[in-house]
């Protein structure tokens, strides 16, 4: 190589490297950041509330999630943790279904007996003994029957028939309208799920991107319908639970069809844009079990599948969907008595905390009813201990 070369192969070399732009933060992005972090401090008060309120233990209709929690540091400590666990057994529809079955008629009785050996007793006749305290009783008896009215009519369906805890032939229809009980349950746990435009902007060139554009240019909002990854969590732990009960061998298809795993609940961490996902639960043949030299026929098999974007105005709402054609299979939960009251125990308990304002007024009307009775039974001690003294 000669003198000149060598001299002018390193200023090629200087004059092929260019100088990195530096990095400017500009106004739009301190405002994005901004937004970012009031909406993280939202959040967090919004997990705390939620871990530690009371008031929010009341009123959050969805049972205790396990799965999806704080981190270690931010949850409740020991005995929070009993108290949170006392506090919605002594409000949730079970808890006061004791006070229609048991309780309350013996309430009844006692205050019927009471009433009886007061208008039998000559010396206790009188206007204040027959008047005022037996109106109260009155009073206290018509606040039991509205609040055993208002639990009939306001206490979830399926919930109800669980806790009436008849063990009675379903035959076909029983098990279809336990079917549709459960159904109606699931509905409750299907949402829509909006696409976030700002965060697909990341990746332009993708697929879903490309299409969540074209549907806003039609005027519309792209959107997922499907289960979440906290619903998709509660029904894997049912389906556990319902294996545990009944030993029934259940696998899990992910990756490459007739390669399957034992199934258990996962944790699923789902960003923003992250499609919700439909269930198909079927059975594995013969076939199937050859191929993949696991498992035997008649085991089930659980299938999850991502939802494609579509046109929110296209999406069913809670009110008209069709559960059926985003969770698939239940029917194989239903093929026996046995196993359809197993399923239908384990998901009448996420009824339990439902419909919060109607348990306030269920609560209410059993302490006014045994308000009413505790203050005839005090009002006819003092007129009954000056005559006994």
């Given at each position: 190589m000669?003198a000149?070369?060598?001299?002018t192969?390193?200023e090629n070399q200087?004059?092929?490297i260019?100088?990195?732009?530096a990095?400017?933060l500009?106004?739009?992005m301190?405002?994005r950041?901004?937004e970012?972090?009031?909406e993280?401090r939202?959040y967090k008060?919004r997990e705390?509330?939620?871990?530690?309120s009371?008031i929010s233990?009341?009123?959050d209709e969805?049972?205790?999630?396990?799965l999806?929690?704080?981190?270690?540091?931010?949850?409740r400590?020991?005995?929070q943790e009993m108290?949170y666990?006392r506090?919605?057994?002594?409000m949730?529809?079970s808890?006061?279904?004791r006070m229609k079955?048991g309780a309350?008629?013996k309430?009844?009785?006692v205050?019927?007996?009471?009433?009886?050996?007061i208008?039998a007793?000559?010396?206790?006749?009188?206007a204040e003994a027959?008047?005022?305290?037996?109106s109260?009783l009155?009073v206290?008896?018509?606040?039991y029957?509205?609040a055993?009215?208002?639990?009939?009519?306001?206490?979830p369906?399926?919930?109800?028939?669980?806790?009436?805890g008849?063990?009675e032939?379903?035959?076909i229809?029983g098990?279809?309208?336990?079917?549709?009980?459960?159904?109606?349950?699931?509905?409750?746990?299907?949402?829509?799920k909006p696409?976030?435009l700002?965060?697909?902007?990341?990746?332009p060139e993708?697929y879903?991107?490309?299409?969540?554009l074209?549907?806003?240019?039609?005027g519309e909002?792209?959107?997922y319908g499907?289960?979440?990854e906290f619903a998709?969590?509660?029904?894997?732990?049912?389906?556990r639970e319902?294996?545990?009960?009944?030993?029934?061998?259940?696998w899990?298809?992910?990756f490459?069809?007739?390669?399957f795993?034992?199934?258990?609940p996962?944790?699923?961490?789902?960003?923003?844009n992250?499609?919700?996902?439909?269930?198909?639960?079927?059975v594995?043949?013969e076939?199937?079990?050859?191929?993949?030299k696991?498992?035997?026929?008649?085991?089930l098999?659980?299938?999850?599948?991502?939802?494609?974007?579509d046109?929110?105005?296209?999406l069913?709402t809670?009110?008209?969907?069709?559960?059926?054609?985003y969770?698939?299979?239940?029917?194989y939960?239903?093929?026996?008595?046995?196993s359809?009251?197993t399923?239908?125990r384990i998901v009448?308990?996420?009824q339990?905390?439902?419909?919060?304002?109607c348990?306030?007024?269920?609560i209410g009307?059993?302490?006014?009813?045994g308000g009413c009775?505790?203050?005839?039974?005090?009002?006819?001690?003092?007129i009954?201990l000056p005559?006994?003294l």
């Open positions: 000669s000149e070369n060598q001299l192969e390193p200087n004059d092929s260019k100088p990195k732009k990095f400017v500009t106004d739009e301190r405002r950041i901004a970012s972090e009031k993280h939202r008060r705390r509330r939620f871990e530690f009371r233990w009341f009123w969805f049972p205790n999630e396990e999806y929690r704080p981190p270690l540091a931010e949850r400590n020991t005995r108290a666990h506090f919605r057994q002594m949730s529809w808890f006061w279904s079955s309350g008629i309430l009844a009785a205050g019927g007996l009471v009433a009886a050996f208008q007793a000559p010396p206790l006749k009188g027959a008047v005022g305290p037996l109260w009155l206290g008896g018509g606040f029957l509205l055993v009215i208002w639990f009939e009519w306001k206490c369906v399926l919930l109800k028939r669980t806790l009436a008849k063990e032939y379903l035959g229809e098990r279809r309208w336990l079917l549709a009980l459960v159904e109606d349950e699931l509905r409750r746990w299907w949402s829509v696409y976030d700002d965060v697909g902007g990341i990746k993708s879903k991107h490309r299409l969540a074209d549907i806003t240019r039609h909002i792209p959107a499907g289960f979440s998709s969590a509660r029904i894997e732990y049912a389906l319902y294996a545990k009960l009944t030993s029934t061998a259940i899990r298809e992910e490459k069809p007739n390669e795993q034992k199934f258990m996962v944790h699923r961490m789902c960003p923003r992250m499609p919700l996902r439909n269930l198909h639960l079927s594995m043949n076939s199937e079990a050859e191929m993949a696991v498992g035997k026929e008649g085991d098999v659980v299938r999850w599948f991502d939802n494609s974007l046109f929110q105005s296209r069913p809670p009110r008209n969907l069709v559960v059926s054609a969770a698939e299979g239940f029917i939960l239903f093929r026996t008595d046995a359809a009251l399923f239908t009448a308990q996420w339990n905390t439902m419909r919060p304002l348990r306030l007024t269920l009307l059993f302490l006014a009813s009775f505790l203050w005839f039974v005090f009002l006819q001690l003092k009954l005559n006994l």
